[in-house]
């Protein structure tokens, strides 16, 4: 079974060895995006679905994407 | 190619153990692992043609089943079957170590169960599995999750002939 995940913590990811893992910014909570936003849900699949396909070795991405209501 | 940059494990070095350290001083059955064998799985086949289910440590579950135990201490190592044809107004998130709001209001932000419907119906993948799981992401001790639980899940999925897990957090 091949994995990728979706990761709001790079340190844990790291330790656990996650073969494929996608980095957001988000708060926790909110790991796909922001509520009502079907878009940016999709983007994100998206991007893990990329990941699946083209990472030839295991590590984590940084997506680049911020959260606006930080701001 | 994957948007994004290489995340550079010299950047977090020391932050796993400085959280383990906070976990250990807060929680009683704190027993973090390091996981000592990288596994990397390529694609057995295209991912148009390839069966993909979701696994949230969001604490998710059906409404008619148990919530998960979020007052114990110890966490709750146990896993929910969600099937794939669920009504997504009958999830609920029984967690209490992030925000469930976002989740409540809309449930694809901790599982992107629409989505996924989507990029079948795009042809984007070849199938959802007719379960998918849910998990309760509070365990300070994860021996459980590692030696019983994630085979068991394996086991679940093996037998939807799942090929691809979409892991979310919470």
Known sequence: MSTVSVCLRPDISLAMKAPRAAYVRFPLGNPMGEPGRPDQQARILEDLFELLETADEPGVVELPYRWRRWL | ?170
């Open chain 2, 1 to 170: 190619m994957t948007r994004g940059r290489r995340v550079d494990p010299r950047d977090y070095e020391g932050k796993y153990d400085q959280w383990v350290a906070f976990i250990g001083a807060n929680h009683h059955a704190s027993n973090p692992r390091r996981v000592e064998t990288q596994r990397f799985t390529p694609l057995s086949r295209p991912l148009r043609e390839s069966r993909v289910a979701l696994v949230s440590t969001a604490g998710v579950h059906l409404d008619d089943q148990e919530p998960f135990h979020v007052e114990t201490v110890a966490g709750d190592s146990s896993y929910r079957l969600i099937p794939d044809d669920v009504d997504l107004s009958r999830l609920r998130f029984t967690h209490t170590h992030y925000d469930t709001s976002s989740a409540e209001k809309d449930p694809n932000v901790v599982f992107p169960l629409d989505r996924l419907h989507e990029a079948v119906d795009d042809g984007r993948v070849g199938a959802a599995s007719a379960v998918h799981i849910g998990m309760m992401g509070f365990n300070p001790d994860p021996g459980a999750i590692a030696d019983v639980t994630a085979p068991a899940v394996v086991e679940v999925l093996s037998a939807e002939e799942v090929e691809v897990v979409v892991l979310v957090p919470g």
